[in-house]
C-alpha cells in the first residue's frame, strides 16, 4: 500500500522498503551515540560540578562532587546502555562541554549494573568512541566517522539542544531529547524514526 509523504520524509526511503524481524541485527543502527549533558545526565557537568568528584563505596549511578551535588544517569540510561551492548551495536559519546576532563572522569568513576549479575561495570567502558570537546557538533561526527568507517546513515544521536540538529546535513538521524531525559520510550522513538528514514519495516 503506498504510504503518504510527510513534509519532511521522501516519499519512499532511498533503498527501497525492507521488512525485517524485530531481533533481526539490521533493524538496528551499527552506532548510537549519545550527548551528555541533559541527555544522560541531569547538569551541565562545567557549572554544576565542583570537583574532586567522589563516590560513596562501590554505590551504583551516583557520584558526589565537593559540594555535595549528586551525579548520576537518568535511570534507564544503564539498561539502554547494556540493550546497546548486547545488540553489539557501537556506542559513542558527543558533548561539547567545556569541561571535558571532569566529563571523562566521571564516566570513568560512575559504576554500572552488570548485565549477567557479575561484576558492576565503569560507565566509560560502554563507550567505544568518544568526542568530548567544545564546537560544532559537525567535527565529532566526523570524527566519529573517520575513526570508525561507520556510514552517517547508520548513526542515530540523542542530544537535548535543537541547534545540534545540524549534525542531520551529514545523514545521521537525531532524537532531541526532552526535559526529563534518555529513556527507553525515546530509545524506541529514536529508533522508529532511524527505521522510517532507512524503508525498515518490521514483520
Ligand atoms: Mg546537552
Do not use: C
Amino acid at each position: 500500500m503506498p504510504r503518504k509523504a510527510t513534509r519532511n520524509e521522501p516519499a519512499s526511503p532511498p533503498g527501497g522498503y525492507k521488512t525485517v524481524s524485530p531481533e533481526d541485527p539490521d533493524a538496528f543502527p551499527l552506532l548510537v551515540a549519545f550527548d551528555l549533558d541533559y541527555t544522560l545526565w541531569d547538569l551541565w557537568i562545567d557549572t554544576h560540578i565542583v570537583p574532586p568528584l567522589k563516590r560513596p563505596g562501590d554505590v551504583l549511578n551516583k557520584l558526589v562532587d565537593r559540594r555535595g551535588q549528586d551525579l548520576s544517569f537518568y535511570r534507564e540510561v544503564p539498561s539502554i546502555l547494556a540493550e546497546l551492548k548486547r545488540r553489539r551495536i557501537h556506542i559513542a559519546a558527543a558533548s561539547r562541554t567545556s569541561a571535558p576532563e571532569l566529563a571523562r572522569e566521571a564516566l570513568g568513576m560512575l559504576l554500572l549494573p552488570s548485565e549477567d549479575e557479575g561484576e558492576h561495570v565503569r560507565a566509560v567502558t560502554y563507550f567505544n568512541t568518544m568526542e568530548i570537546y567544545p564546537g560544532s557538533k559537525l567535527r565529532h561526527f566526523k570524527e566519529i566517522h573517520r575513526k570508525t568507517g561507520i556510514p552517517y546513515d547508520q548513526m542515530l544521536f540523542f542530544d537535548d539542544e535543537h541547534r545540534n540538529f545540524e549534525v542531520e546535513s551529514l545523514g545521521v538521524t537525531m532524537q532531541l531529547v526532552p526535559s526529563s531525559g534518555t529513556d527507553k520510550k525515546l530509545w524506541n522513538q529514536g529508533l522508529s524514526t532511524w527505521r522510517k528514514r532507512r524503508g525498515i519495516q518490521l514483520m
